[in-house]
C-alpha cells in the first residue's frame, strides 16, 4: 500500500505561483499513475492534473496552460507547479495514486484512484 504526504501549501496572492509536493512511501511509485485533485468550500473535489508513470500528462480546462504537473521517480514524489494563481484556485489540494499496468494510463476520476494523502490547504487571495 501507498501512503501519500503532502506538503508546500499555503497563502499567496493572486497572479502569484506556489508549487505543493507529494512524497509517496510503501509501494513501488514509479509503477503508480499519480492525480492531483483539489476541493473547495462548499464544492466536490475536482480533476486537476494527473501524471502517468511511463509518459503522458492530462490537465482539467481550468488550470490547463497554468499548471504543470510533474513526478521525480528517484525521489518518490509528484509535484504541482502553479502559476497565474487567482482566487477560484483556492482549495485543499490533494495528491492520490492507483496502480496501472499499462504506464500511460491517466486517470481523471476520484474512483481509479486506490490511495488518497491528507490534503495541503492553498489560499489565493485577491
Known amino acids: 500500500q501507498a501512503q501519500l504526504v503532502e506538503s508546500g501549501g499555503g497563502a499567496v496572492q493572486a497572479g502569484g505561483s506556489l508549487r505543493v509536493s507529494c512524497a509517496a512511501s510503501?509501494?513501488?511509485?514509479?509503477?503508480?499513475?499519480m492525480g492531483w485533485f483539489r476541493q473547495s468550500p462548499g464544492k466536490e473535489r475536482e480533476f486537476v492534473a494527473t501524471?502517468?508513470?511511463?509518459?503522458?500528462?492530462w490537465y482539467a480546462d481550468s488550470v490547463k496552460g497554468r499548471f504543470t504537473i510533474s513526478r521525480d521517480n528517484a525521489k518518490n514524489t509528484v509535484y504541482l507547479q502553479m502559476s497565474r494563481l487567482d482566487a477560484e484556485d483556492t482549495a485543499v489540494y490533494y495528491c492520490?495514486?492507483?496502480?496501472?499496468?499499462?504506464?500511460?494510463?491517466?486517470?481523471?476520476?476520484?474512483?481509479?484512484?486506490?490511495?488518497w494523502g491528507q490534503g495541503t490547504q492553498v489560499t489565493v487571495s485577491s
Open positions: 492520490a495514486a492507483a496502480t496501472d499496468g499499462s504506464g500511460f494510463g491517466l486517470y481523471t476520476r476520484e474512483r481509479q484512484y486506490a490511495y
Open positions: 510503501g509501494g513501488t511509485f514509479s509503477r503508480l499513475v
Open positions: 501524471i502517468a508513470w511511463r509518459t503522458g500528462t
